[in-house]
């Protein structure tokens, strides 16, 4: 395995682990309101330090390793869920660094102004993000 694909697949483990931790502390963040400003600022730290560079990094990877052979055919697919799934956790992104500028006043009624772009991130991040993995898989495996 090259260095190329192993720091592909690395950051890629980094990026669904912090994923999975943004779902618990957003859970914690349900209970009242001092939580979901505590949980607003957490995601924030766990975005700048985590998950943009992990989303970063396999972003920079993949096209570093791209070739002619990988943009026809079942790896287009992957491809394309892949970027599909970067484009949507972007929007959430925008979402937290939204709502973690009003967390910092403590003013929860603007701090739903990052409810929309948040559900909508959220609702195109999950399907492509599966969709990629999946297709990743069928090519470790196939
Ligand atoms: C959710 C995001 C992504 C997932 C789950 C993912 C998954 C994977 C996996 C599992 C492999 C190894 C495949 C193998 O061993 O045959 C791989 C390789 C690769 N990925 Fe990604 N990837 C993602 C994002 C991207 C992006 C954004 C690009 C390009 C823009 C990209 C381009 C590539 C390329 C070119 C390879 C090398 C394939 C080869 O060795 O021939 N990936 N990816």
Redesign the pocket.
Known sequence: ??I??TF??LA?GI?IGVVAAEFVIEFDGMKDDDSLIKASKLHYLTDIWIEIPALLT??I???L???E??LEGP?LY??V???L??MFNLVCVYAVFLRRKYALISNITKMAASDLPMKLGGAGFIPS?VC??G???Y??F?
Do not use: C, E, R, Y
Request: no cysteine; proline share 0%; glycine share 6%.
């Open positions: 395995m090259n190329l694909l592909h697949l890629l990026w396999v972003l990877t993949g096209l390793m791209i070739d052979h990988h790896f992957k491809i869920f892949s970027l799934a970067i993000f990629a993995i297709m990743g898989l090519f470790v196939q």
